[in-house]
Every structure is written in structure tokens, then in C-alpha cells.
């Protein structure tokens, strides 16, 4: 066999032995894998450097990240980061293309170009620079220079060095895209914080710290608050940029080794070692640092151009220890931050067991309604609503819940929490697809068949986006005539959502549907709302009736909607009409639809059909 031979086959082992490396190489070695090879090659060509180049995801600058160099050479890789691409001068743009660039004297370049500056400045002679691509995407290049000598690269060697430059880019891409799976894995891609995953795991090790110096560790669960509206007004994309800010101002202010994380939405955790076996030392250390957290929000001028007011609310749970599950620990700091929530917000409050106590009832509670609407424990009852002199056109549907051991509870029971969980959406739905399940049945009997019901609908029930189409399926499945269906919004639903709220609006009046507004002046009262929306009728909020005889302010009001309707053309209801005083002043003032005890209080079906046959007419 020739010297030439020998070579040749001594040049391929070794383009061989390096490629196997490379494919049984984990994503952690890639960086040992490539220093070594780089290192062979420059041995095996006698060469003065041999290095790899990456490019910015921009492809705007190129660092060295990996570089051997024989004994006798200076290293360059410290002055060669982050130079910008342009430097390359023609060979960036041939290295887009996949073009090596093989220079075997470089005194042949033009001495004014940006390629002959580059080279010549680091002293070298002779080069090869393989081009590192991804597809159609250009991520680095591995070269080989020689400063001492010229030196050219037959085509063989050149394909074998290609073959070597192809795995040192696949061993780069497999440790990107594993490095960006564990960084999807562990960290919050909106704001760059630990996720909830990795938060779980730093709580636990934080426990087992805890047990072993018996210092106390703080978990504080933080809100932000209002950011719904923030959302609502601004969009999700101001929204994700307004976390990002609030997660880097917490974060600066935070003592070294404590972590922050992001929960989920616009929540966040954050783990302080306190260094301290004393509760009261640990409680002083939290609302130390609570301000600090605070503080950081409400000046912070990035976050004051997109929202005038940045606070949060802050709930700490103590712990020593591992005597609780992870699980525990955050739903305690929750509580605790529901409670700063529930007294207004951009406060700070420590669980304590009565607040857990709280919970379980809460949690008791949920469960119970869940079962109660599995089981139809929910009885519908209706209170009469008549029209001057006394005619009873139907009821308005009010909701009791027969509790296996409660007893038969009313709304004031569990409405509000219902409201507070989200449960009202389901509850709702029942109540309304019931009441027109009794719709249909009144509407087969020639006597019962023109009775109106008048149902309450939830401002949750209006924000579902299918809450069109859920009536629509009800009304088409009981088959009633829609015109004696009456919906009942309060004014609070128009402000929060009121484009949308007349969107639904309009499409539930075209099938026949009419809406009525409770609780009419008792809270946002506009006649730019009245104007556009497709009411039937106002009610006047049993507030105003009850001392309609004593309050002038009341009777005032009281007139000014009633003269509103009829302005307006709407039909005027009075709700919580108790006496007969009160019913003859409703009617001087021109208001002729009732409802009240004076006529009935809230009755089951039996009652109520009972009623309607005994009353003909209520005359003042």
C-alpha cells in the first residue's frame, strides 16, 4: 500500500471513529464530542486551528464557541464573539447558499476586503470553512486554518470533512431542541419564569431544606389585580406583556436564592427561605418583603405606560418543614390571597386554620351543588306578577334548593357562591330549560296557555360564548311560543360587557324572546344604555318600593322610572309591593304591573296553579 493509500485510509477511520461518537453521544456531551473532534482533525492535518462558529438566530452576528489550537498558536476564540455577519463579507452570503469556502493562499484575495482583513489579522495562510445548515437555515460553520504554511484540501478530504461538519450540526440541533424542550418543560414561555412544574419541584426541595435546618420557609401566592379588565381592554398580547414586566420587577427585588415563578394566568408563587426558627421573625421577614414586591409594581414606569395602577394581592403560607403536601401548602396561600381579594386587593394576609376551615366549607359546599343539580334537588318556584286591576299574566321563577338535610334553602343559601365558582352557568341553564319544560306544559291548556315566566339570567350565563345558541337548543327542544319567555338582566351586565351583552340580545328577540332590566337605578343607570337596547320592560328594584310612603327620595325615583318607561315605550314593573298603600301610590304614579307578597309570596308549582285558580281579580 502506497504513503498516499495509508493516508487515505488513515484520514476515513478517523472520519469514522469521530462520526460514531457523535451518534452515540447524548444532547449533554455534544459540547465535549465537538471539542474532541475538532481537536483530531487539527492533529491529523498538522493543522493551527480548528474551530466552530455559531450564528445569532438573526443571523445578524457569529460567536466561536468551540476552538482547539496547537501548542505553538495563540487562541482566538475570546475576540472573536459576536461579530457582525457583514465581517464575513461574500462568504456569509455563500454560506446561506451551502457554498464551502476553501482559501488555499489567501494573499490571492483582494487586500482591501473584509475576507483578507479577517484572515490576515489572525495570520493565517491557508483555510477551509464548512458551512453548519439546518434544512434552508444557516447555523454556523467549522473551519480549519493553518498560519505557518499554505495548505489545500483535495475533494476526498473535503467530503469526509463535510461528512464531520454534517454531525457536528446535527449534535448542535438535537442539544437546541433538547435544551428548548427543557426549557418548555421547566420554564414560562411569556414571562421566563420557573412554571408551575418546576415551582412544585423547588417547594419540595425547599420542604426538605426546612426539615433538616428547621428554618422557616414562606410561600406567597400573588394576584394580580384586575388584570381581566386589563385583558378585556388591551387585548392578550398588552396582557402577556404586562406579566412579563410584573414577573422581572418581582423578580428584581427578590433576596438571592429565593424563586419565582409564574402559576398560571396572572398568578404567581414565590419561595423565600427565612433563615429563622421564630414565627414572629419569619411573619416580620414576609411583610418586609411583601412591601418590597409591592412597591417594585407601583413605580415601575415600563408597566405605569400601559396600566395607571399595578398592584397586587399577596397571600403567605409559613411552613417547617414537610408536614404538608405541596398541594396543601399552595391551596393555603391561595386562601390566604383570597381573603386580601375579597377586603379590595393590593393587600398581604397570612393563613391561618380558620381560613382552611372556610375552605372546606366552600369545598363542602361545590360538591353539594354539584350533587344537588345531579340529583334534582332544585325545586322552581313562582311569584305571581299581576297588571292593574289585578290580573295574574304569570310569575317570575325563583330558585329553592331541597337539601337532603338542610331542609329547603333559598337563594341568599348559595346564589352568590354559585356566582363565585362558576356553578351558576349550570344552574342557570337548569332553571331556564325547566322553565320552559313548564312553559310547554301550560301552553297545551287553553286557561294556562298566555301565562308569561320571567327568568334571571347571570352575567357568567351572558359571557358564555355559546349562551345564544344554549337558549335557542332549549327553546327548540320544549317547543314553546318564545313570546312568553322573559329574560331578566341586571344593569351591572350591561356595563361590564355591553356590546356583546346587545349582540345576544338581538339575537334572542328575533325568535320572540322578550328582556326585561331588574333592579332598575340602583346601580349604573343610563339612557345611553336604555336607548339601545331592545327592552320590554324596566322593574323598579323593591329598594325604592319598600319606603315609597316614607322616603321622598325613593318616591321620587320611583316616579322618574316609571315616566322613563313610558317615555320610552316600556312596560314598568314594581317589585317587593307589600302593602296596599304602597300599591295605590305605584298606581297614581302610573305604574300598573305588580309583584310582592301583598299579592304572594314565592310558591312551589301546586300552590301556584292553586292560586291562579282561585284569582280572578285583585281590585284596590
Known amino acids: 500500500m502506497s504513503v498516499n493509500q495509508d493516508y487515505n485510509v488513515a484520514?476515513?477511520?478517523?472520519?469514522?471513529?469521530?462520526?460514531?461518537?457523535?451518534?452515540?453521544?447524548?444532547?449533554?456531551?455534544?459540547?465535549?464530542?465537538?471539542?474532541?473532534?475538532?481537536?483530531?482533525?487539527?492533529?491529523?492535518?498538522?493543522?493551527?486551528r480548528c474551530y466552530v462558529f455559531m450564528f445569532s438566530a438573526d443571523l445578524v452576528t457569529a460567536s466561536n464557541t468551540h476552538e482547539w489550537c496547537a501548542s505553538d498558536v495563540s487562541p482566538q476564540k475570546s475576540c472573536l464573539q459576536n461579530l457582525a455577519s457583514a465581517e464575513f463579507g461574500g462568504w456569509f452570503s455563500s454560506w446561506q447558499e451551502g457554498e464551502i469556502s476553501r482559501?488555499?493562499?489567501?494573499?490571492?484575495?483582494?487586500?482591501?476586503?473584509?475576507?483578507?482583513?479577517?484572515?490576515?489579522?489572525?495570520?493565517?495562510?491557508?483555510?477551509?470553512?464548512?458551512?453548519?445548515?439546518?434544512?434552508?437555515?444557516?447555523?454556523?460553520?467549522?473551519?480549519?486554518?493553518?498560519?505557518?504554511?499554505?495548505?489545500?484540501?483535495?475533494?476526498?478530504?473535503?467530503?469526509?470533512?463535510?461528512?464531520?461538519?454534517?454531525?457536528?450540526?446535527?449534535?448542535?440541533?438535537?442539544?437546541?431542541?433538547?435544551?428548548?424542550?427543557?426549557?418548555?418543560?421547566?420554564?414560562?414561555?411569556?414571562?421566563?419564569?420557573?412554571?408551575?412544574?418546576?415551582?412544585?419541584?423547588?417547594?419540595?426541595?425547599?420542604?426538605?431544606?426546612s426539615h433538616r435546618n428547621q428554618f422557616y420557609v414562606a410561600l406567597l401566592f400573588i394576584d394580580v389585580d384586575d388584570f381581566k379588565t386589563l385583558n378585556d381592554s388591551l387585548g392578550f398580547s398588552k396582557g402577556d406583556e404586562v406579566l412579563k414586566l410584573i414577573g422581572q420587577a418581582l423578580q428584581s427585588v427578590l433576596p438571592q436564592g429565593d424563586t419565582i415563578g409564574r402559576f398560571s394566568a396572572d398568578e404567581f408563587l414565590v419561595l423565600s427561605e427565612l433563615f429563622t426558627a421564630e414565627r414572629c421573625k419569619a411573619v416580620q421577614a414576609v411583610t418586609e418583603l411583601a412591601a418590597r414586591l409591592q412597591y417594585a409594581l407601583l413605580f415601575n414606569h415600563d408597566l405605569m405606560s400601559l396600566r395607571e395602577k399595578n398592584t397586587i394581592s399577596i397571600g403567605c403560607t409559613l411552613f417547617l418543614g414537610g408536614q404538608h403536601d405541596t398541594d396543601v401548602l399552595i391551596t393555603q396561600a391561595d386562601l390566604a390571597t383570597y381573603q386580601v381579594k375579597q377586603a379590595g386587593g393590593n393587600g398581604l394576609s397570612f393563613f391561618d386554620m380558620t381560613l382552611q376551615e372556610q375552605a372546606n366549607q366552600r369545598l363542602n359546599l361545590a360538591n353539594e351543588l354539584r350533587q344537588a343539580l345531579n340529583q334534582a334537588q332544585f325545586e322552581l318556584f313562582y311569584q305571581p306578577q299581576l297588571v292593574h286591576p289585578g290580573v295574574v299574566l304569570g310569575a317570575e321563577v325563583l330558585l329553592r334548593w331541597r337539601h337532603p338535610e338542610r331542609g329547603l334553602l333559598g337563594p341568599d343559601a348559595f346564589i352568590r357562591f354559585a356566582e363565585e365558582t362558576g356553578l351558576i352557568v349550570e344552574i342557570g341553564e337548569y332553571v331556564l330549560f325547566h322553565a320552559c319544560k313548564q312553559l310547554a306544559v301550560w301552553q297545551q291548556t287553553p286557561s294556562t296557555a298566555r301565562l308569561e315566566l320571567s327568568v334571571n339570567i347571570s352575567a357568567k350565563q351572558l359571557k358564555q360564548a355559546n349562551f345564544s345558541d344554549k337558549v335557542l337548543e332549549i327553546l327548540k327542544h320544549t317547543a314553546i311560543d318564545a313570546s312568553a319567555l322573559k329574560l331578566e338582566l341586571t344593569e351591572s351586565v350591561l356595563v361590564e360587557d355591553f356590546d356583546n351583552v346587545i349582540g345576544i340580545m338581538q339575537i334572542l328577540q328575533a325568535k320572540g324572546i322578550r328582556f326585561s332590566l331588574d333592579d332598575f337605578g340602583t346601580g349604573y343607570s343610563s339612557l345611553v344604555y336604555l336607548k339601545r337596547l331592545p327592552l320590554y320592560q324596566l322593574k323598579v328594584d323593591r329598594s325604592f318600593v319598600a319606603d315609597l310612603l316614607t322616603d321622598e327620595n325613593d318616591q321620587a325615583i320611583a316616579k322618574m322610572i316609571i315616566l322613563l318607561g313610558q317615555t320610552l315605550g316600556?312596560?314598568?314593573?314594581?317589585?317587593?309591593?307589600?302593602?296596599?298603600?304602597?300599591?295605590?301610590?305605584?298606581?297614581?304614579?302610573?305604574?300598573?304591573?305588580?309583584?310582592?307578597?301583598?299579592?304572594?309570596?314565592?310558591?312551589?308549582?301546586?300552590?301556584?296553579?292553586?292560586?291562579?285558580?282561585?284569582t280572578s281579580r285583585l281590585l284596590i
Open 11 to 48: 484520514f476515513f477511520r478517523l472520519v469514522a471513529a469521530i462520526s460514531a461518537e457523535f451518534v452515540l453521544s447524548s444532547a449533554n456531551e455534544v459540547d465535549d464530542v465537538i471539542n474532541k473532534a475538532i481537536s483530531r482533525i487539527g492533529m491529523f492535518y498538522g493543522a493551527d
Open 103 to 209: 482559501i488555499a493562499d489567501i494573499s490571492v484575495l483582494e487586500h482591501t476586503s473584509n475576507e483578507y482583513q479577517l484572515l490576515a489579522s489572525q495570520g493565517i495562510k491557508s483555510l477551509l470553512m464548512i458551512p453548519l445548515r439546518s434544512n434552508t437555515r444557516l447555523i454556523g460553520m467549522f473551519g480549519i486554518d493553518m498560519v505557518k504554511q499554505l495548505q489545500d484540501w483535495p475533494e476526498a478530504e473535503v467530503a469526509g470533512l463535510s461528512l464531520i461538519a454534517g454531525n457536528i450540526c446535527g449534535a448542535l440541533l438535537r442539544k437546541e431542541a433538547e435544551e428548548k424542550a427543557e426549557s418548555l418543560s421547566f420554564y414560562d414561555t411569556v414571562t421566563g419564569l420557573a412554571n408551575r412544574q418546576l415551582m412544585l419541584d423547588r417547594i419540595h426541595q425547599a420542604q426538605l431544606q
Open 570 to 614: 316600556l312596560e314598568v314593573m314594581a317589585e317587593g309591593v307589600e302593602t296596599v298603600e304602597q300599591l295605590k301610590t305605584l298606581f297614581k304614579l302610573g305604574c300598573y304591573h305588580y309583584q310582592g307578597y301583598y299579592f304572594s309570596k314565592p310558591l312551589p308549582l301546586n300552590l301556584f296553579e292553586h292560586y291562579l285558580a282561585k
